[in-house]
């Protein structure tokens, strides 16, 4: 179904840009919603199980608050609280990092590796269902645009000085 039918739009878009964008965003809104509702049963968010696995990339180690703020998929304002509310579930703890004392780390714990370890299987199971019908090529196609979208989106944000 294309968006306009989606959307009830009678008249045509004004631009293929146009178009296009709002077909992005709304594609965005409902794999975001049904990766969402996936999340629940296990009391996390989107944005908290990218926490979890940036974290377990991070290894014992761990990151500070500012690096993880950085490498999440989608930004998040408050971070320390979301941290918060992943260290009262006791999937992350807080320590000073062992190369340099001044820095507070955050880690994955082993609750938090054991959730990951139960979720995954339902969120692979889900991204079958979302984008099993595409081959690797149409795949590789989409993920090339996109980067290509975000490149020029963070090029056009960059401020230059007259």
């Given at each position: 179904m294309s968006l306009r039918d989606e959307i009830q739009q009678t008249r045509p878009f004004a631009t293929?840009?146009?178009?296009?964008?709002?077909?992005?965003?709304?594609?965005?809104?409902?794999?975001?919603?049904?990766?969402?509702?996936?999340?629940?049963?296990?009391?996390?968010?989107?944005?908290?199980?990218n926490v979890l696995r940036i974290l377990r990339g991070a290894g014992a180690e761990g990151l500070p608050c500012g690096?993880?703020?950085?490498?999440?998929?989608?930004?998040?304002?408050?971070?320390?609280?979301?941290?918060?509310?992943?260290?009262?579930?006791?999937?992350?703890?807080?320590?000073?990092?062992?190369?340099?004392?001044?820095?507070?780390a955050v880690r994955i714990t082993q609750t938090g590796l054991d959730l990951l370890a139960r979720v995954e299987p339902v969120l692979r199971d889900l991204q079958a269902r979302q984008l099993g019908h595409l081959d690797s090529s149409?795949?590789?196609?989409?993920?090339?645009?996109?980067?290509?979208?975000?490149?020029?989106?963070?090029?056009?944000?960059?401020p230059t000085h007259s």
């Open positions: 293929q840009h146009e178009e296009a964008i709002l077909n992005i965003v709304r594609t965005a809104s409902q794999l975001t919603y049904e990766t969402a509702e996936a999340f629940k049963p296990f009391g996390l968010t989107t944005t908290q199980y690096a993880i703020a950085e490498r999440l998929v989608t930004r998040d304002s408050d971070v320390t609280r979301l941290l918060d509310r992943l260290a009262g579930q006791h999937l992350v703890e807080r320590g000073r990092s062992a190369s340099d004392r001044r820095v507070v149409t795949l590789a196609t989409l993920i090339r645009g996109l980067e290509q979208v975000r490149a020029r989106a963070a090029v056009s944000l960059t």
